[in-house]
Protein backbone atom coordinates (compact mmCIF):
# COMPACT_ATOMS: atom_id res chain seq x y z
CA UNK A 1 0.00 0.00 0.00
CA UNK A 2 1.33 3.49 -1.32
CA UNK A 3 1.41 5.61 1.79
CA UNK A 4 1.72 9.78 1.56
CA UNK A 5 5.14 9.83 2.20
CA UNK A 6 6.54 7.02 -0.60
CA UNK A 7 4.04 9.60 -2.93
CA UNK A 8 6.20 12.65 -2.13
CA UNK A 9 9.32 10.87 -2.18
CA UNK A 10 8.86 8.95 -5.54
CA UNK A 11 6.87 11.92 -7.24
CA UNK A 12 9.82 12.17 -9.52
CA UNK A 13 9.48 8.52 -10.66
CA UNK A 14 5.75 8.34 -10.59
CA UNK A 15 6.43 11.73 -13.16
CA UNK A 16 8.80 9.34 -15.40
CA UNK A 17 6.37 6.35 -15.34
CA UNK A 18 3.31 8.99 -16.26
CA UNK A 19 5.56 10.39 -19.06
CA UNK A 20 6.64 7.15 -20.59
CA UNK A 21 2.94 6.37 -20.92
CA UNK A 22 1.82 8.89 -22.49
CA UNK A 23 4.75 8.83 -24.98
CA UNK A 24 3.68 5.39 -25.40
CA UNK A 25 -0.09 7.05 -25.97
CA UNK A 26 1.12 9.17 -28.24
CA UNK A 27 3.31 7.14 -30.70
CA UNK A 28 0.18 4.12 -30.83
CA UNK A 29 -1.07 3.67 -34.65
CA UNK A 30 -3.75 6.26 -35.36
CA UNK A 31 -7.63 4.45 -35.81
CA UNK A 32 -7.24 6.21 -39.35
CA UNK A 33 -5.31 4.44 -41.67
CA UNK A 34 -2.92 7.15 -42.92
CA UNK A 35 -2.76 5.07 -46.33
CA UNK A 36 -6.10 6.74 -47.33
CA UNK A 37 -6.38 10.65 -48.91
CA UNK A 38 -9.33 12.30 -48.38
CA UNK A 39 -10.25 15.88 -49.63
CA UNK A 40 -10.79 18.41 -47.30
CA UNK A 41 -13.77 21.58 -47.13
CA UNK A 42 -12.78 25.13 -47.69
CA UNK A 43 -13.48 27.72 -44.94
CA UNK A 44 -17.60 27.74 -45.82
CA UNK A 45 -17.70 23.95 -45.18
CA UNK A 46 -19.54 23.47 -48.60
CA UNK A 47 -16.42 23.43 -50.98
CA UNK A 48 -13.82 20.77 -51.66
CA UNK A 49 -11.48 21.04 -54.23
CA UNK A 50 -7.65 19.19 -55.33
CA UNK A 51 -6.60 17.56 -58.64
CA UNK A 52 -5.38 14.07 -58.14
CA UNK A 53 -4.30 11.37 -60.79
CA UNK A 54 -5.73 8.10 -60.82
CA UNK A 55 -2.49 5.94 -61.39
CA UNK A 56 -2.58 2.36 -62.79
CA UNK A 57 -2.41 -1.58 -61.05
CA UNK A 58 0.15 -1.97 -58.44
CA UNK A 59 2.76 -4.28 -59.64
CA UNK A 60 1.74 -7.56 -60.41
CA UNK A 61 -1.95 -6.67 -60.16
CA UNK A 62 -4.14 -6.63 -63.02
CA UNK A 63 -6.78 -3.76 -62.00
CA UNK A 64 -6.15 -0.59 -61.26
CA UNK A 65 -9.30 -0.58 -58.67
CA UNK A 66 -10.97 -3.06 -56.75
CA UNK A 67 -14.71 -2.72 -55.24
CA UNK A 68 -16.00 -4.40 -51.67
CA UNK A 69 -19.40 -4.48 -50.12
CA UNK A 70 -20.40 -3.46 -46.71
CA UNK A 71 -23.34 -3.14 -44.58
CA UNK A 72 -23.68 -0.40 -41.85
CA UNK A 73 -26.55 -0.28 -39.82
CA UNK A 74 -27.65 0.28 -36.28
CA UNK A 75 -30.42 -1.42 -34.05
CA UNK A 76 -32.25 -2.67 -30.27
CA UNK A 77 -28.76 -5.03 -30.28
CA UNK A 78 -26.12 -2.08 -30.72
CA UNK A 79 -23.96 -2.01 -34.06
CA UNK A 80 -23.68 -3.89 -37.17
CA UNK A 81 -20.38 -3.26 -38.93
CA UNK A 82 -19.47 -5.33 -41.47
CA UNK A 83 -17.61 -6.60 -45.03
CA UNK A 84 -20.37 -8.03 -46.84
CA UNK A 85 -19.15 -11.77 -48.50
CA UNK A 86 -21.03 -11.59 -51.48
CA UNK A 87 -17.56 -9.24 -52.68
CA UNK A 88 -16.20 -12.60 -52.84
CA UNK A 89 -19.28 -14.30 -54.08
CA UNK A 90 -20.39 -15.58 -50.36
CA UNK A 91 -23.74 -16.02 -48.71
CA UNK A 92 -24.22 -12.81 -46.72
CA UNK A 93 -27.30 -12.89 -43.74
CA UNK A 94 -27.90 -9.26 -44.26
CA UNK A 95 -28.58 -9.40 -47.90
CA UNK A 96 -30.64 -13.03 -47.21
CA UNK A 97 -33.07 -11.38 -44.34
CA UNK A 98 -32.99 -8.00 -47.13
CA UNK A 99 -34.68 -10.24 -49.60
CA UNK A 100 -37.08 -11.77 -47.56
CA UNK A 101 -38.01 -8.16 -46.65
CA UNK A 102 -38.68 -7.38 -49.76
CA UNK A 103 -40.35 -10.17 -51.05
CA UNK A 104 -43.41 -9.84 -48.87
CA UNK A 105 -43.96 -6.67 -50.96
CA UNK A 106 -45.06 -4.99 -47.85
CA UNK A 107 -43.58 -0.68 -48.45
CA UNK A 108 -42.45 -0.50 -44.56
CA UNK A 109 -40.36 -3.47 -44.98
CA UNK A 110 -38.76 -2.85 -48.26
CA UNK A 111 -37.55 0.48 -46.48
CA UNK A 112 -36.04 -1.35 -43.62
CA UNK A 113 -34.22 -3.64 -46.96
CA UNK A 114 -33.21 -0.39 -48.44
CA UNK A 115 -31.79 1.28 -45.18
CA UNK A 116 -29.74 -1.86 -44.76
CA UNK A 117 -28.69 -2.41 -48.10
CA UNK A 118 -25.04 -3.09 -48.90
CA UNK A 119 -22.84 -0.29 -49.73
CA UNK A 120 -20.35 -0.06 -52.46
CA UNK A 121 -16.57 0.86 -52.36
CA UNK A 122 -14.17 1.52 -54.50
CA UNK A 123 -10.37 1.82 -54.06
CA UNK A 124 -7.37 2.88 -56.44
CA UNK A 125 -3.71 4.40 -55.82
CA UNK A 126 -3.64 7.86 -56.25
CA UNK A 127 -1.41 10.38 -57.09
CA UNK A 128 -2.07 13.79 -55.55
CA UNK A 129 -1.34 17.01 -57.62
CA UNK A 130 -3.20 19.77 -56.47
CA UNK A 131 -4.51 20.47 -52.68
CA UNK A 132 -4.03 23.19 -51.08
CA UNK A 133 -6.17 22.39 -47.78
CA UNK A 134 -3.42 19.76 -47.17
CA UNK A 135 -0.52 20.53 -48.74
CA UNK A 136 1.64 17.31 -47.29
CA UNK A 137 -0.23 15.66 -49.43
CA UNK A 138 0.95 17.26 -52.52
CA UNK A 139 3.55 15.00 -54.71
CA UNK A 140 2.66 11.73 -52.47
CA UNK A 141 0.68 8.56 -53.60
CA UNK A 142 -2.11 7.07 -51.38
CA UNK A 143 -5.40 4.46 -51.49
CA UNK A 144 -8.10 6.52 -52.23
CA UNK A 145 -11.67 4.79 -51.30
CA UNK A 146 -15.01 6.65 -53.57
CA UNK A 147 -18.47 5.42 -54.78
CA UNK A 148 -20.50 4.83 -57.86
CA UNK A 149 -20.69 8.52 -58.82
CA UNK A 150 -17.20 9.14 -59.41
CA UNK A 151 -17.03 5.46 -60.80
CA UNK A 152 -19.20 6.45 -63.23
CA UNK A 153 -17.47 9.16 -64.35
CA UNK A 154 -14.85 7.14 -64.57
CA UNK A 155 -16.72 5.00 -66.78
CA UNK A 156 -17.95 7.97 -68.66
CA UNK A 157 -14.80 8.79 -69.45
CA UNK A 158 -13.62 5.51 -70.82
CA UNK A 159 -16.17 4.75 -72.60
CA UNK A 160 -17.89 7.96 -73.76
CA UNK A 161 -21.89 7.98 -74.07
CA UNK A 162 -21.19 10.18 -77.51
CA UNK A 163 -19.03 9.50 -80.55
CA UNK A 164 -17.88 12.86 -80.36
CA UNK A 165 -15.69 11.84 -77.05
CA UNK A 166 -12.39 10.60 -77.24
CA UNK A 167 -11.87 7.79 -75.01
CA UNK A 168 -9.36 7.99 -72.14
CA UNK A 169 -7.84 5.81 -70.03
CA UNK A 170 -7.38 7.85 -66.51
CA UNK A 171 -5.52 5.35 -65.18
CA UNK A 172 -2.21 5.60 -67.56
CA UNK A 173 0.75 7.47 -66.92
CA UNK A 174 1.69 8.70 -69.96
CA UNK A 175 -1.80 9.29 -71.93
CA UNK A 176 -4.07 9.71 -69.10
CA UNK A 177 -5.97 12.55 -67.61
CA UNK A 178 -6.12 14.80 -64.07
CA UNK A 179 -8.77 14.21 -62.40
CA UNK A 180 -10.37 17.68 -60.63
CA UNK A 181 -12.20 17.10 -57.80
CA UNK A 182 -15.30 19.36 -56.73
CA UNK A 183 -17.13 18.72 -53.59
CA UNK A 184 -20.48 21.01 -52.84
CA UNK A 185 -22.79 20.10 -50.36
CA UNK A 186 -26.10 19.95 -52.06
CA UNK A 187 -29.45 19.14 -50.14
CA UNK A 188 -27.78 17.39 -47.51
CA UNK A 189 -24.90 14.89 -49.66
CA UNK A 190 -21.83 15.44 -50.95
CA UNK A 191 -21.94 16.05 -54.40
CA UNK A 192 -19.49 15.73 -56.92
CA UNK A 193 -21.45 16.65 -60.36
CA UNK A 194 -19.04 19.73 -61.45
CA UNK A 195 -15.57 16.95 -61.05
CA UNK A 196 -13.81 16.68 -64.22
CA UNK A 197 -11.19 14.56 -65.94
CA UNK A 198 -9.02 17.03 -68.21
CA UNK A 199 -7.99 16.02 -71.92
CA UNK A 200 -4.62 13.77 -72.07
CA UNK A 201 -1.51 14.43 -70.32
CA UNK A 202 1.63 12.76 -68.55
CA UNK A 203 1.66 12.41 -65.74
CA UNK A 204 5.21 14.39 -64.25
CA UNK A 205 5.78 15.76 -67.72
CA UNK A 206 6.23 11.82 -68.65
CA UNK A 207 10.13 11.44 -67.20
CA UNK A 208 9.95 7.62 -66.84
CA UNK A 209 11.99 7.55 -64.12
CA UNK A 210 9.97 9.62 -61.99
CA UNK A 211 6.92 7.32 -63.18
CA UNK A 212 8.43 4.20 -62.08
CA UNK A 213 9.26 5.76 -58.43
CA UNK A 214 5.40 6.91 -58.34
CA UNK A 215 4.45 3.42 -59.87
CA UNK A 216 7.01 1.66 -57.07
CA UNK A 217 5.35 2.93 -54.08
CA UNK A 218 1.52 2.25 -55.23
CA UNK A 219 -0.02 -0.23 -52.63
CA UNK A 220 -1.41 -3.76 -53.30
CA UNK A 221 -5.52 -3.86 -53.82
CA UNK A 222 -5.75 -7.38 -53.24
CA UNK A 223 -6.47 -6.98 -49.41
CA UNK A 224 -9.36 -5.30 -50.06
CA UNK A 225 -11.20 -8.57 -51.60
CA UNK A 226 -8.81 -11.04 -49.43
CA UNK A 227 -11.31 -13.84 -47.88
CA UNK A 228 -9.61 -12.88 -44.12
CA UNK A 229 -11.35 -9.94 -44.44
CA UNK A 230 -14.78 -10.86 -44.59
CA UNK A 231 -16.45 -13.49 -41.04
CA UNK A 232 -17.96 -16.41 -41.22
CA UNK A 233 -21.47 -16.88 -42.24
CA UNK A 234 -22.19 -18.19 -38.67
CA UNK A 235 -20.53 -15.63 -37.39
CA UNK A 236 -22.32 -12.99 -39.00
CA UNK A 237 -26.00 -14.52 -38.60
CA UNK A 238 -25.49 -14.20 -34.89
CA UNK A 239 -24.19 -10.62 -34.97
CA UNK A 240 -26.75 -9.56 -37.40
CA UNK A 241 -30.03 -11.23 -34.91
CA UNK A 242 -28.46 -9.72 -31.77
CA UNK A 243 -28.39 -6.04 -33.39
CA UNK A 244 -31.94 -6.78 -34.64
CA UNK A 245 -33.24 -8.25 -31.69
CA UNK A 246 -33.89 -11.10 -33.44
CA UNK A 247 -37.42 -10.18 -34.23
CA UNK A 248 -36.81 -9.94 -37.73
CA UNK A 249 -40.40 -11.06 -39.79
CA UNK A 250 -41.57 -10.96 -43.22
CA UNK A 251 -44.81 -10.29 -41.71
CA UNK A 252 -45.05 -6.45 -40.81
CA UNK A 253 -42.07 -4.04 -40.65
CA UNK A 254 -39.00 -4.07 -38.04
CA UNK A 255 -38.88 -1.37 -35.86
CA UNK A 256 -35.18 -0.14 -36.04
CA UNK A 257 -33.30 2.50 -34.14
CA UNK A 258 -32.20 5.44 -35.70
CA UNK A 259 -28.51 7.57 -34.64
CA UNK A 260 -29.00 10.88 -33.90
CA UNK A 261 -25.78 11.35 -34.00
CA UNK A 262 -22.66 10.39 -35.22
CA UNK A 263 -19.33 11.05 -33.90
CA UNK A 264 -16.36 13.49 -35.70
CA UNK A 265 -14.43 10.96 -37.74
CA UNK A 266 -11.18 10.55 -36.21
CA UNK A 267 -8.00 12.29 -38.26
CA UNK A 268 -4.88 11.31 -38.40
CA UNK A 269 -1.93 12.59 -37.28
CA UNK A 270 -0.74 13.76 -40.35
CA UNK A 271 -3.18 15.73 -41.13
CA UNK A 272 -2.51 19.58 -40.28
CA UNK A 273 -5.00 21.11 -41.63
CA UNK A 274 -8.66 21.80 -39.15
CA UNK A 275 -11.34 21.25 -41.98
CA UNK A 276 -13.27 18.42 -41.89
CA UNK A 277 -12.77 15.63 -44.89
CA UNK A 278 -15.59 14.79 -47.35
CA UNK A 279 -16.03 10.95 -47.22
CA UNK A 280 -19.40 10.42 -48.88
CA UNK A 281 -21.62 10.69 -51.47
CA UNK A 282 -25.12 10.86 -52.04
CA UNK A 283 -26.86 7.53 -51.53
CA UNK A 284 -29.34 6.92 -55.08
CA UNK A 285 -32.74 5.31 -54.56
CA UNK A 286 -32.77 3.29 -57.46
CA UNK A 287 -29.66 1.43 -57.20
CA UNK A 288 -28.94 -1.73 -55.65
CA UNK A 289 -25.98 -0.11 -54.04
CA UNK A 290 -25.24 3.10 -52.33
CA UNK A 291 -21.96 5.43 -51.49
CA UNK A 292 -19.82 4.85 -48.46
CA UNK A 293 -19.15 6.46 -45.71
CA UNK A 294 -15.61 4.98 -44.15
CA UNK A 295 -14.39 7.49 -41.65
CA UNK A 296 -18.14 6.92 -39.79
CA UNK A 297 -17.90 3.05 -40.72
CA UNK A 298 -14.60 2.93 -38.65
CA UNK A 299 -16.65 5.07 -35.36
CA UNK A 300 -19.61 2.45 -35.72
CA UNK A 301 -17.47 -0.29 -35.85
CA UNK A 302 -15.35 0.96 -33.07
CA UNK A 303 -18.80 1.34 -30.83
CA UNK A 304 -19.74 -1.75 -32.34
CA UNK A 305 -16.49 -3.69 -30.84
CA UNK A 306 -17.71 -2.05 -26.90
CA UNK A 307 -20.60 -3.48 -27.24
Known sequence: ??????????????TSKLTSELEKLNSSKSYEDDRFWKIFLDKTKANGFAVIRLLPAPKNEDVPWQRYFSHSLHGPGGYYIEN????????????????????????????????????????????????????????KVFLWEFGKKIFDKITETM????????????FELWDGADFSLRVKHVDGYWNYDTSTFSDPVPLLKGDDKKLEEVWNQEYSLLEFVDPKRFKPYAELEARFNKVIGNVAKTEEPIAEEKSEAIAEPKRSKSRKVKEEPVVDEAGDETTEVSEGNDDVLAQFAKLAEED
Not at 1 to 14: D, E, G, H, I
Not at 161 to 168: L, N, Q, R, V
Open 84 to 139: CPTTIGKECPVCKANTALWDTGIESNKKIARDRKRKLTHVTNIYVLQDKKNPDAVG
Open 1 to 14: MTSFASLKRNRATL
Open 159 to 170: QPEFEDKTPINP
